[in-house]
Nanobody
């Protein structure tokens, strides 16, 4: 079992920055692709970014490419999402997820085995 806990969410003005963290326990993340998804109430969960198990590959949603950056520190069992130049439409609950795969970089929520509880990000205009 892998337990994931997100942190770092909050209220930020449009154009500002925020850094989310996802800390894992239970198992080493070095065998897991990791991803961030987001969800607005009443809508489907939306893929944001994925990073391969060793951090050598990433894939981003078009809506965040160039503004968000994913990274990971397997020694700390933690994944990060640096959010820059945020827009009001980035407002959502952000979830991290783990896929027992070395380099699938899936954009499908169903492919992920473990999920955190989410952290709210609110961008004011």
């Amino acid at each position: 079992q892998v337990q994931l806990v997100e942190s770092g969410g909050g209220l930020v003005q449009a154009g500002g920055s925020l850094r989310l963290s996802c800390a894992a326990s239970g198992r080493s993340l070095s065998n897991y692709d990791m991803a961030w998804f987001r969800q607005v109430s009443g809508k489907d969960r939306e893929f944001v970014v994925a990073i391969s198990s060793l951090g050598l590959g990433t894939t981003y949603a078009d809506s965040v490419r160039g503004r968000f950056t994913v990274s990971r520190d397997n020694a700390k069992n933690t994944v990060y999402l640096q959010m820059n130049s945020v827009h009001p439409e980035d407002t959502a609950v952000y979830y991290c997820a783990a896929d027992y795969s070395l380099v699938r970089l899936s954009k499908r929520a169903d492919d992920y085995d473990y999920w955190g509880q989410g952290t709210q990000v609110t961008v004011s205009s």
